[in-house]
């Protein structure tokens, strides 16, 4: 079972900031509902443009992170 926890996924796009914030959890747990790893991902990225593309490029490129992570390629 693979399991996503958002904390923070949220983004402010004004004229004093133009940030992303993230904050989640990648878990895996086996057939018996054992926990194999829980990992937490965070982190700021800059928002390039408020562009449908460019946000889902960027929340492309959190989950990117996570799952080119050793540990968690490792057990998927």
Known sequence: MLLVVLK???YDYHAFTDN???NFDVI???ANGN???QKNFIGEQDV????VN????LYKARFEIAFNDPEITALL
């Open 28 to 30: 895996i747990k086996d």
């Open 48 to 51: 390039p443009s408020l562009t």
């Open 35 to 37: 926990t194999l790893i």
């Open 54 to 57: 460019d946000l889902l490029l």
């Open 20 to 22: 992303s914030w993230y």
């Open 8 to 10: 923070e996924w949220k």
